[in-house]
């Protein structure tokens, strides 16, 4: 209403997303220790197009490769200025090691065996199979779920043959 007592009015249509902003991911571990090969896979739905994606590396993409294990942060941003902020932990199985328990050869001619101690890495692990080993020097593989290998190199000692000798006498 004015001074002359005049109404007006007007419509103002005020719009916004159907949906909220929102942003879920696929992470995608490190395979073996050191590696850089974990990945994060951005899905957003909502809000309003288009979106603005900043990695603090400076990235723009939605798959974020090549990864190392850490922490990375993602900022996305619709056309409304609405943001969503994660962080994201890229995490890397242990390192794979290996060592041996050597059963020696107790007579000359017998044989030995070999027991393999695996830590880190990502179970089931292949393995050779370590029984009935001849004396001599051996390097065994293991091999992780993820493909990562560890190998160690071990002894199998054999003693020497016993010599009998008979003397007789007249």
């Given at each position: 209403t004015?001074?002359?007592?005049?109404?007006?009015?007007?419509?103002?249509n005020v719009t916004e997303p159907a949906l909220p902003l929102v942003v879920t991911y696929t992470e995608t571990p490190?395979?073996?220790?050191?590696?850089s090969d974990g990945a994060i896979l951005l899905d957003i739905t909502g809000g309003s197009v288009p979106y603005n994606i900043l990695w603090a590396s400076?990235?723009?993409?939605?798959?974020?490769?090549?990864?190392?294990?850490?922490?990375?942060?993602?900022?996305?941003?619709?056309?409304?200025?609405?943001?969503?902020?994660?962080?994201?932990?890229?995490?890397?199985?242990?390192?794979?090691?290996?060592s041996v328990v050597v059963n020696d050869i107790l007579c000359n001619g017998d044989l030995g065996s070999a027991e393999l101690i695996v830590t880190g890495g990502t179970a089931p692990?292949?393995?050779?199979?370590?029984?009935?080993?001849?004396?001599?020097t051996y390097t065994t593989m293991v091999i992780d779920a993820n493909g990562c290998e560890?190998?160690?190199?071990?002894?199998?000692?054999?003693?020497?043959?016993?010599?009998?000798?008979?003397?007789t006498t007249d």
């Open positions: 004015d001074a002359n007592s005049c109404v007006a009015f007007t419509v103002v490190v395979s073996c220790y050191g590696l400076g990235s723009t993409d939605l798959f974020y490769d090549s990864l190392s294990a850490g922490t990375y942060n993602v900022l996305v941003t619709d056309a409304n200025g609405c943001l969503v902020t994660l962080d994201f932990e890229v995490v890397e199985p242990e390192l794979l090691e290996v692990y292949e393995t050779d199979d370590l029984s009935d080993l001849e004396g001599g560890s190998s160690v190199d071990f002894v199998i000692t054999e003693p020497d043959p016993i010599e009998v000798i008979v003397t």
